[in-house]
């Protein structure tokens, strides 16, 4: 999509989103811009991974508390190594355009990141943030492998840039050197320390964070390590947004439609979730104010995404794959298969764990399906059944645990686990890739191979990295596994409704 010559003059800049505005308004549209004295706020929070996802969420309730309130609560994103964020923000004053993917698309200019910090060109600069008095905060969305985590939890002391930092301790190329590092120059220095606050998508991700800081200060001083425990907080904390990649295309039609060339917008979902333990220490943004649940009991909030968004979706991702769907919305779309998700959710998800008091499951089982239904987001069933042999053990595996214990049905969880024993097969026969750290002990099983549905699920329930003895062992899952099975390989799985009907 070329925008016209007049758009492509104009930037999006401090000096041009008034006229945005003004524009949009002129043309009957609305625009959200920052409410609040911009220039004038104050930098509280350094956020490290400023990627996507960190500018579709943390960054857009951090902009609606101080449009609401105000407060200094202003960004600086710090990139460890890439220097893409910066250079493409800073040529539009860190200004950028949300777009907001429902049946209307919204948009939103976002203000909040004040500037963009590249940790491996810029190490002073980014020390000077993280030391600041007026740095309240520090956020981060690193993903899993910036924690440098060994396979008990701890800090993994021999990781590469562990070794580095601890061998370079005023020039540390971790986040954990980075956190540390700053904490102990403001116990030096007599400055408060910050709270730190995890957004990656990992389970105790504000446990692990904390054990990570405090195992790497151990190391350079028992004193700064104590210190830390008592003074900082790492609350746990669960997000949730689906949040496209940006495109050439996005570019080209957030762009057009406000008027105004953003070299680097963002688009997310309508539904968006934050919820944060209560265990704060000193000041923090008014993002109660905006949506954010703070909560003591955040683990009930990520079990009830694993079990209900996840578990979902995983089931759709193989099912929808065998039937010949494409993505989520194409499957969802399908009334079998809608059907069939509101009947797994409702009769054998729900009922299956405790949700925390703040949340009314039934409502919000009804609003992830509905999420489903987005026609702006394409979100491929292939890319949600990679790592199936990892998946399923947070997903799937832990509620037919709970139900077989409570005496529950499973009919409906050995179905949607029996879609990913075909997925492999069918894979397996069409000597196709499979995305899996699992791939090629599949591809050394024989049985996968086999006509034999009981074969094939003992063959699978053989894999203990996965299942364990007492899935294994159990019969009468083997059973319903096994007649799971038949029934798909017998029926039409586009007639998903049918093969429920005869397993129930």
Not at 8 to 33: D, F, P, Q, Y
Not at 72 to 91: E, F, P
Not at 101 to 121: C, F, P, R, T
Request: overall charge negative; glycine content about 6%.
């Amino acid at each position: 999509m070329n925008l016209s010559n007049k758009e492509s003059s104009i930037k999006l800049s401090n000096k041009t989103v008034k006229n945005v505005a003004e524009n949009l308004v002129a043309n009957g549209s609305k625009i959200v811009t920052p409410q609040y004295d911009r220039e004038n706020t104050e930098i509280g929070i350094v956020h490290l991974g400023p990627g996507a996802f960190h500018r579709a969420h943390q960054a857009v309730y951090t902009e609606n508390a101080m449009n609401l309130v105000g407060g200094n609560w202003g960004i600086c994103g710090v990139s460890l190594r890439s220097a893409t964020a910066r250079d493409v923000l800073a040529k539009q004053d860190n200004l950028y355009t949300l777009a907001i993917l429902d049946k209307e698309i919204n948009y939103q200019i976002i203000g909040s990141i004040k500037e963009v910090l590249v940790a491996s060109e810029q190490p002073a600069q980014v020390m000077a943030r993280l030391t600041a008095a007026s740095t309240k905060l520090v956020t981060l969305t690193i993903t899993e492998k910036g924690y440098c985590l060994g396979a008990d939890g701890r800090l993994d002391l021999q990781h590469s840039d562990i070794v580095h930092d601890l061998s370079n301790r005023s020039q540390p190329i971790s986040a954990i050197g980075y956190i540390t590092q700053a904490l102990g120059q403001r116990k030096i220095n007599g400055i408060a320390a910050f709270n730190v606050l995890s957004c990656d998508n990992v389970s105790g991700n504000g446990d692990k964070l904390r054990q990570a800081v405090i195992d790497y200060a151990t190391q350079l001083d028992a004193g700064l390590a104590t210190w830390i425990e008592v003074n900082v907080a790492f609350p746990n904390a669960m997000v949730d947004s689906i949040t496209p990649k940006t495109e050439d295309y996005t570019v080209d039609s957030v762009s057009k439609a406000i008027g105004a060339r953003d070299e680097w917008p963002i688009q997310r979902e309508q539904f968006t979730q934050w919820v944060i333990e209560d265990n704060w220490n000193g000041e923090r943004p008014a993002w109660d104010k905006v949506g954010v649940v703070f909560t003591s009991d955040v683990e009930g909030f990520e079990k009830a995404k694993l079990r209900l968004l996840n578990c979902l979706h995983s089931t759709l991702a193989y099912a929808g794959s065998l039937a010949g769907f494409e993505t989520v919305f194409d499957v969802t779309s399908d009334d079998g298969f809608y059907q069939f998700i509101c009947q797994l959710a409702n009769e054998e998800v729900i009922g299956s764990f405790v949700p925390p008091k703040e949340l009314d499951v039934e409502s919000y089982s009804k609003e992830i399906i509905g999420r489903f239904l987005n026609p702006e987001i394409r979100h491929l069933l292939a890319q949600i059944a990679w790592d199936g042999s990892q998946k399923v053990q947070m997903r799937i595996l832990p509620i037919i645990e709970d139900n077989l214990a409570l005496g529950r049905s499973t009919k409906l969880l050995s179905l949607s686990l029996a879609c990913w024993f075909e997925f492999i097969c069918r894979a397996l026969k069409d000597n196709r890739e499979i995305v899996d750290p699992l791939a090629s002990d599949f591809s050394n099983m024989p049985a996968l191979l086999s006509d034999d549905s009981s074969e094939v699920v003992a063959a699978f329930l053989s894999i203990e990295s996965v299942f364990g003895q007492d899935l294994k062992n159990n019969a009468a899952l083997k059973r319903q596994l096994a007649d799971s099975l038949s029934a798909l390989r017998i029926g039409e799985t586009r007639q998903i409704n049918t093969i429920v009907e005869e397993l129930c």
